[in-house]
């Protein structure tokens, strides 16, 4: 899975150490919009740590552990998409996203999503995929449904950030109900 195309001049590639600089750009861009939600949004805060980030999902990837894509439109770093826990061996992994405001309400985080779990349940047994996310987080919390995904509980106070201690929700779907949906979505109404 080096890129896949996301339509309307939209792409979903590989973020990799060499595009720090870029990284570091963008979160200095839309930072307000992303410390409410991701733990390394305080934490990219220049081209160092940017690096510093972009080599654990390097390094995660190159273990087969985790993985990290950007969304880009005509170009643009938008946005992006991880794998950040991916565990073949148990069967399991989860996704994370973020956007850009000006990026938003054309379905890219969950084209992006459905490109990476395709991958992830068809490409590489994986049997179960996760979508953690805050219970404020409304676009996100749509996004698991666009998805399918069953929401199963919320964990409480299970990290600090920002001097608080937050909740995380937790969605997930299993490979049979992904293989099912797209089954129905192949053979249409009638199926």
């Known amino acids: 899975m080096l890129s896949a195309p996301l339509g309307d001049g939209a792409e979903l590639c590989p973020l990799e150490p060499w595009q720090a600089a870029e ?11 992303l410390t409410p939600w991701l733990p390394w949004a305080h934490s990219v805060t220049d081209t160092a740590s940017a690096r510093s980030f972009l080599q654990r999902y390097a390094d995660e990837q190159a ?25 073949v061996r148990e069967g399991s992994c989860e996704l994370g ?11 890219l985080v ?7 779990i395709d991958w992830a349940v068809g490409e590489r047994g994986i ?19 666009r998805l399918g ?7 409480r106070s299970v ?27 192949r053979g249409g109404a009638g199926s």
């Open 63 to 87: 273990a087969d552990r985790g993985r990290l894509y950007g969304i880009r439109l005509d170009g643009a770093l938008v946005g992006g998409m991880m794998f950040r826990l991916f565990d």
């Open 127 to 145: 049997a179960r995929v996760e979508w953690l996310v805050s219970p404020a987080n409304g676009p996100s919390i749509a996004v698991a449904e």
């Open 159 to 185: 990290f600090a950030m920002g001097g608080q201690r937050h909740d995380l929700q937790v969605w997930a779907l299993l490979a049979e109900e992904w293989r099912a949906a797209a089954g129905r979505e």
């Open 97 to 107: 996203a973020w956007l850009a405001p000006e990026a938003q309400g054309r379905g």
């Open 23 to 33: 990284l570091a750009a963008y979160t200095d861009r839309v930072r307000g919009h």
């Open 149 to 155: 995904m069953t929401y199963e509980g919320t964990l």
């Open 110 to 116: 969950t084209t992006a999503a459905r490109r990476m």
